[in-house]
């Protein structure tokens, strides 16, 4: 192993550092029996389905990034792993998905960002879905762009936080309606826009090499 290799992995375990803490400060919040506010009373009255998504978003997150290690990808661990991950990210999507459709809005959502959250919450479900078949049927070829795209979505949170924080240092408030709305959907298409461009970054090194190298032969 290089350290070179572990730069992405480093960086994505850094940017998802900021909603594993949110998460772990909300499941304190949560087992200390804490006063009800119109900002926790949607998790204080049915607990379960945000607990489950912190857990798995943790996991998700954290143990998500050692899969973009080249070298753990060609031992055992890598599928050991992706056998946690698998029902992690869905955990993930499905409850996300199921927050967004029962719990009741919060004063800064609105109904654009619940449909949004609806939309990629299933989007991720679909490309682990997709990701997982593809795996089965041995075709690694479309098995890793579906799994880096539902990671990306999954990574959202992370990326979010920084896509809000220009407008706070702005204006010293927290967004809200459409505002708000559209500073999370920058977060989750930035991160689509990285995946795609990660991956296909080697595909355009590999077809470069391939294009110089009858030159250097003539």
Avoid: K
């Amino acid at each position: 192993m290089t350290r070179r290799e572990w730069r992405l992995p480093a960086a994505l375990i850094l940017l998802g550092l900021v909603p594993v803490i949110a998460g772990v400060a909300r499941v304190t919040e949560l087992g200390s029996g804490p006063e009800v506010t119109p900002a926790n009373a949607r998790f204080v009255a049915d607990p379960l389905p945000v607990l489950l998504h912190i857990v798995g978003a943790v996991t998700y997150t954290l143990l998500g990034a050692f899969q973009f290690v080249p070298s753990l990808r060609r031992f055992r661990w890598h599928r050991i792993a992706g056998r946690v991950l698998v029902p992690c990210g869905l955990t993930v999507a499905l409850t996300g998905v199921w927050m967004a459709f029962a719990y009741d809005l919060p004063a800064h959502d609105n109904d654009v960002l619940a449909g949004f959250r609806l939309v990629f919450g299933s989007a991720m479900a679909a490309s682990i879905v997709l990701g997982l078949a593809a795996a089965l049927r041995r075709d690694f070829t479309r098995h890793r762009p579906w799994m880096v795209r539902g990671y990306a979505i999954g990574l959202g949170a992370g990326t979010q936080a920084f896509t809000h924080a220009p407008y706070f240092a702005a204006t010293g408030e927290q967004p809200d309606g459409n505002v708000r709305a559209a500073l999370v959907l920058a977060g989750w298409l930035i991160n689509l826009a990285v995946a795609e461009w990660y991956l296909r970054r080697p595909a355009r090194t590999a077809r470069s090499r391939s294009t110089r190298r009858p030159a250097a032969a003539r």
